[in-house]
């Protein structure tokens, strides 16, 4: 039966959340473990859908596993298939995350292509470019991805960054045979935490962190890994900080990173809000004034597109005109129609959105569309006069562990609610 969520008018918040493991550092990791030769043990592992359909893909293709109170066992060695189908793919587009550490282990591996999204085509072209350089022969078949070959290092320039397809190669490199050199790689603090995790398993690895990775592969020998403790999740901190912002309240995060929030702060402030910071926790302040704010996603430490549709409700009630131009994905503003049926002013242009703040926002019935833009539907819920329903609720699941828990704690007014039949 599907749900929706209703969020009652909660226009001031206050206390204290924890901010839960990264889902994007968690899936590649978990992907990774399709490397290991012994059973690894996993912390603060984000109990989200997306974490659980990947266990779901290993389990079908032979692994084992077990996972509780964020703690993860996950054991690989019994992996007898190698074909990712259609069916678990098709709900999580990061399940190609499989394809580079299946054909690195195996030397054959079947994924399904992931389909479209609704945030854009989304291609998969540059993991399947940079696998071939490295040569593999990949035929696209049946609306499968068919990879056979063993790895030989490579010098990968990516054209665009790309968070998965620098993951994957990262993971296909690390069994090559020989050296490869990741040009224009992915500097998110997600493919950090991987590289870091497989150079702590015994693979040769440099340039973490920069633009440039370079990965001496181990040949086809699997690696030894330690316990790993899955970094705090950016995105989920940025989106109670705006949970404040948007509600001018005290808000505390506790078991943060605050250096991988930099590019959201940054954003904060330019909009009134002050910060207390200590070792592991942010304190957002209220401002006397929003102010409005000029916004373009990019790469890491940029401004994040996870964070864009959040940004775009708190704009609702600046007091200004505010810009945001989305430069990473081309249909990323599903939302936007959505915030103006509870009264928000917002206009596309391309690949800009122009809020036109402050309005007084009316709670009405809105659809999610995906994962961020579901969060920023509930947001402008917390200030909308009434009551909003925001329905097809499952996208948040996806990515935000005890979201509605976390919610009512710090005060706020909503419940998980069934769909009527038709
Ligand atoms: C990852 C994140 C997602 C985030 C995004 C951008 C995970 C599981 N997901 O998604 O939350 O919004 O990074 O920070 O970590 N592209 C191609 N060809 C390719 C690959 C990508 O053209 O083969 C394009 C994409 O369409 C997009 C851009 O490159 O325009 C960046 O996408 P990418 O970094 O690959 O996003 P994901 O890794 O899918």
Do not use: W
């Not at 340039?207 to 330690?226: A, C, M, P």
């Amino acid at each position: 039966m599907y749900k929706y969520l209703k969020i009652k008018h909660s226009p001031k918040l206050k206390g204290e959340v924890t901010i839960s493991g990264a889902k994007n550092a968690a899936l590649p990791i978990i992907a990774s473990s399709i490397l290991a030769k012994n059973p690894i043990n996993l912390t603060n592992v984000p109990e989200v859908a997306d974490v659980k359909t990947l266990l779901k893909l290993l389990k079908y293709l032979g692994a084992s596993y077990n996972l509780q109170n964020n703690n993860l066992q996950i054991d690989t060695s019994t992996i007898n298939n190698t074909t990712a189908i259609y069916e678990i793919v098709k709900t999580m587009r990061a399940s190609i995350l499989v394809l580079g550490a299946l054909l690195a282990r195996f030397n054959h591996c079947k994924v399904s292509l992931p389909g479209g999204c609704a945030i854009g085509a989304r291609p998969v072209d540059l993991h399947l470019k940079a696998l071939k350089q490295m040569g593999a022969e990949i035929k696209i078949e049946g609306g499968y991805i068919n990879a056979s070959g063993k790895l030989k290092g490579a010098d990968i320039i990516f054209d665009k960054v790309t968070v998965t397809g620098t993951e994957n190669i990262v993971m296909a490199a690390s069994l090559a045979k020989g050296k490869t050199r990741i040009i224009n790689a992915a500097k998110e603090p997600e493919v950090v935490q991987l590289c870091e995790v497989l150079k702590d398993a015994g693979v040769e690895i440099d340039g973490i962190g920069s633009n440039e990775i370079i990965i001496n592969g181990t040949d086809g020998e699997l690696l030894e890994f330690n316990d790993i403790k899955i970094i705090a999740d950016r995105i989920e901190a940025g989106t109670y900080l705006a949970a404040g912002a948007i509600t001018n309240s005290e808000i505390t995060i506790k078991n943060i990173i605050p250096e991988h929030l930099e590019g959201i702060l940054v954003k904060f402030k330019e909009m009134g809000f002050s910060f207390e910071e200590s070792e592991n926790s942010l304190t957002i302040k209220p401002t006397n004034n929003i102010n409005p704010v000029k916004i373009i996603t990019t790469e890491y430490p940029g401004f994040p597109t996870d964070m864009q549709a959040q940004f775009m409700a708190i704009a609702t009630q600046a007091n200004g005109v505010s810009m945001i131009e989305e430069r990473l994905f081309e249909n990323r503003f599903m939302h936007v129609a959505e915030l103006n049926r509870l009264g928000a002013n917002i206009s596309i242009n391309g690949k800009t959105a122009t809020i036109i703040g402050p309005t007084q926002l009316i709670g009405a019935d809105v659809m999610a569309t995906d994962l961020r833009a579901s969060s920023a539907l509930v947001l402008a819920g917390l200030v909308a006069k009434g009551e909003t329903n925001v329905h097809r609720i499952y996208h948040l699941f996806r990515g935000y562990e005890n979201f509605v828990e976390k919610f009512k704690k710090l005060g706020a007014e909503m419940e998980i609610l069934d769909e009527p039949n038709p």
